[in-house]
């Protein structure tokens, strides 16, 4: 699988029914969020027929790796992207860099 742009990244999530906005909007003018991908993670968001919320900030549950369901992090790094918590309720995805997917 190669390797998806913000754009494209965006709308990938977006078609799995997932709120996503550009890292931009979350505070512009900070040079940390250029390129970046802002999720909420407190809605505790699904994807397809499982059950399970894609981000559990407080899971310790083995199907969790740093309260992000391992599935979706799979789904992510296939496309180069990394997720990673601001907050409990914050998820950001930044773009792996020299991957090879």
Not at 57 to 72: D, K, R
Request: proline share 5%.
């Amino acid at each position: 699988m190669r390797k998806l742009n913000q754009s494209e990244m965006m709308n990938w999530i977006e078609s799995k029914g997932v709120w996503c906005r550009k890292g931009e909007d979350y505070k512009p003018n900070d040079n940390d969020f250029v390129d970046t991908i802002w999720m909420g993670g407190e809605d505790r968001p699904t994807i397809g027929k499982n059950p399970l919320p894609i981000y559990d900030y407080y899971s310790y549950s083995e199907q969790y790796g740093m309260g992000v369901l391992n599935h979706w992090r799979d789904m992510l790094k296939k496309r180069g992207w990394d997720p990673e918590w601001l907050d409990c309720g914050t998820v950001f995805l930044y773009a792996i860099e020299d991957t090879e997917i």
